[in-house]
C-alpha cells in the first residue's frame, strides 16, 4: 500500500469528519454545521478535536461568535469537498451500474462552444451511449472552475483567466473566440457600403455587465482607437433581453461571432460588416488534474475532441486521457 493509505489508516479519518469540516466552513458555527449533520454539538466538538489532533494543526479559530478557518482548515475543506464529491460520483456510478445505466456526466461550458459544440458532441454520445445522463449547465467561466473545484462539474469547456490558480486545472486550448456587432434585420447599417465602428456610436448600444471579460475587451477596444465609449447604453448579461431588444429598437449589441451566427442563421439578428479589433482569449477543455474522470465523463471527453475537429478544425489525440 501506499503512504498515502498509510496515513489514512493511522488517522482513521472518519467520513462524519470530512462532512462537519465542510458544513463548518459553510454555518461558520458548531451548532449550526452539528444540526445540519443531526447530531449533537458535544459530538461535533469531539469529532473535531479529535481531527485536529490527528493532524497535529488547529482547522478553525474559536470566535466569540462562531468559527473561522485558519490556513491549514482552508486546505482541510478543499481536499475534503473533493473527497466527498469522488464518493458521492462513487455512489452514483454503482447506482447507475445496478440500474443498468451507463452513468453520469456534469458539464459545463461558456456560450459560444454550448451553442455550437455542444449540441452535436451530445448528439453523438447519445446515440451511442442512451442511457447516459449528461447534465449540462451554461455559465461565464469563473463560475464553472468554481464548481468544477467544488466537484459538481466533471469537466468543463471555458477559458482560463490570469486570477484562476492553474496548478491543479489541466487544460487543453480549442481556439480562439471572435467577436462581432450585430444588429436587427433591416437595421438602416446594414444598407451603408462602408462601417467603421466611430460612425455608429450614435447608435444606441447593448453591452456586456461590467466585470465580464467580453466588456472588458469591448472597453479596451475603445481606448486602443481613441475613441469614447457610447453614451447612449444599456447593460445585460441576458440574450433572450438582447435579441427582443434589438427587434424592436435600431440598438447595436457585441456578441461572440458563434453566437451570432447561431441568431443569425434563425432570422432574428444580422451580423453587420464590421471588423472589430475585439477578439476574446482562447477557450479550452478543462479539467482537474488530481481527479480521474470517470467512465461516462471521459466517453464524452473524446466525444467533445471530436466534435472540435470538425466543428473548429482543431486536432485532438483521442486515445489520450
Known amino acids: 500500500m501506499t503512504n498515502y493509505t498509510h496515513w489514512l489508516i493511522r488517522a482513521r479519518l472518519k467520513t462524519r469528519q470530512l462532512l462537519l469540516v465542510v458544513a463548518l466552513s459553510e454555518e461558520g458555527n458548531i451548532h ?67 440500474n443498468g445505466q451507463f452513468g453520469q456526466v456534469n458539464l459545463g461550458s461558456i456560450t459560444a462552444p454550448g451553442l455550437a459544440l455542444l449540441p452535436p458532441t451530445v448528439a453523438a454520445v447519445k446515440q451511442a451511449h442512451p442511457n447516459l445522463h449528461i447534465t449540462i449547465q451554461i455559465e461565464p467561466s469563473n463560475v464553472l472552475i468554481e464548481r468544477l473545484n467544488r466537484g459538481t462539474l466533471d469537466l468543463l469547456v471555458g477559458r482560463l483567466s490570469a486570477e484562476h490558480d492553474k496548478a491543479d486545472l489541466r487544460y487543453e486550448v480549442i481556439t480562439d473566440e471572435p467577436v462581432c456587432a450585430v444588429v436587427r434585420p433591416g437595421h438602416p447599417l446594414l444598407t451603408q457600403a462602408k462601417l467603421e465602428l466611430a460612425s455608429i456610436l450614435d447608435f444606441g448600444w447593448i453591452v456586456p455587465p461590467s466585470g465580464s471579460v467580453l466588456r472588458h475587451k469591448f472597453d479596451l477596444m475603445f481606448q486602443e482607437m481613441d475613441l469614447q465609449q457610447p453614451a447612449n447604453s444599456v447593460e445585460t448579461s441576458s440574450l433572450l ?19 451570432a451566427r447561431y441568431y443569425s442563421d434563425h432570422g432574428l439578428l444580422s451580423i453587420l460588416p464590421l471588423v472589430l479589433p475585439c477578439e476574446m482569449e482562447p477557450f479550452g477543455f478543462i479539467t482537474r488534474r488530481d481527479r480521474l474522470l470517470s467512465p461516462a465523463a471521459t466517453v464524452l471527453l473524446r466525444a467533445l475532441k471530436a466534435s472540435a475537429m470538425t466543428v473548429y478544425g482543431k486536432q485532438f489525440d483521442l486515445n489520450a486521457d
Request: no cysteine; hydrophobic share 45%.
Open 32 to 98: 449550526r454545521a452539528a444540526q445540519v449533520l443531526n447530531m449533537t454539538q458535544p459530538a461535533a466538538s469531539k469529532l473535531l478535536k479529535d481531527l485536529e489532533d490527528v493532524l497535529g494543526v488547529q482547522l478553525f479559530e474559536r470566535l466569540p461568535r462562531g468559527m473561522r478557518p485558519t490556513w491549514y482548515g482552508d486546505t482541510m475543506i478543499r481536499h475534503a469537498r473533493a473527497a466527498l464529491s469522488s464518493l458521492n460520483q462513487a455512489h452514483d456510478e454503482l447506482q447507475a451500474a445496478k
Open 241 to 259: 433581453f438582447t435579441t427582443k431588444m434589438m427587434q424592436q429598437s435600431d440598438m447595436v449589441s457585441v456578441m461572440s461571432t458563434d453566437v
